[in-house]
């Protein structure tokens, strides 16, 4: 398997744009988080999801974010409009089950202007 | 969940032990020790974790005092690419929000 597969890698855009993140996990798992990571904060959890339901979306930072998981293989994070306070690495993770260790992608650097 | 004690960073020697520590004194019961380490540029990566008894693998070996407020994480032979934070993390039973601190920023010196 190729593992979690996070795209794009690196993303710059001007303050009120749209941006997407995109993740895939690795087949066959069914939990699937995303995490923000800042020089200031440290790794934060944002939301994860369950069999394609969100389970906790608690450390969604506003309404601005929203994520969804269309299908088992898929799953988007989107910023609408951003800011240039969520420039940031955001990275995609998944787990075979509750308790299981986390495989986590590589991560997408946002750089908003 | 338990919050987790590390030193912010520490140097070790290439080809020696490094011996990584975690202080978790208000662990409960339920609650696992799991480490991670996180290389620069990349991922968090899994390391290891355990309950009570000593876990040992092909990273590493975790070492959990008997009264479990304590554990200390070993890299049998650390190596330049084992330069990384480390992060320790207490997690009960059932709980997916996996809560990393700042971790312990780990040189490996040649």
């Known amino acids: 398997d190729a593992g979690v597969i996070q795209s794009p890698r690196h993303e710059v855009t001007e303050m009120g744009q749209e941006v997407t993140l995109r993740c895939k996990p690795i087949?066959?798992?069914?939990?699937l988080f995303w995490y923000r990571q800042t020089m200031m904060r440290g790794l934060e959890l944002l939301i994860y999801?369950?069999?394609?339901?969100?389970?906790?979306d608690s450390g969604m930072p506003e309404d601005r974010f929203s994520a969804k998981m269309p299908n088992a293989s898929f799953s988007t994070l989107k910023i609408q409009p951003s800011e240039p306070r969520d420039s940031a690495v955001y990275f995609c993770?998944?787990?075979?089950?509750?308790?299981?260790?986390?495989?986590f992608g590589s991560g997408t650097q946002l750089s908003v202007l | 969940d338990a919050k987790t004690t590390q030193p912010p960073s520490m140097d070790c020697a290439e080809g020696r032990a490094a011996n990584l520590p975690c202080n978790h004194s208000t662990i409960s019961g339920n609650e696992y020790v799991y480490w991670y380490r996180q290389i620069h540029s990349q991922g968090p990566q899994y390391i290891i974790h355990?309950?009570?008894n000593n876990e040992t693998n092909e990273m590493a070996s975790l070492i959990i005092t008997e009264d479990r407020k304590s554990s200390t994480l070993i890299l049998p032979h650390a190596t330049l690419r084992d330069t990384a934070v480390y992060y320790c993390?207490?997690?009960?039973?059932?709980?997916?929000?996996?809560?990393f601190g700042k971790g312990n920023q780990v040189v490996v010196i040649p």
């Open positions: 087949s066959g798992h069914d939990y």
């Open positions: 355990g309950l009570k």
């Open positions: 993390i207490v997690r009960s039973y059932g709980n997916n929000r996996l809560a």
């Open positions: 999801f369950n069999n394609n339901v969100p389970i906790d």
């Open positions: 993770a998944s787990s075979g089950g509750t308790n299981e260790k986390l495989f």
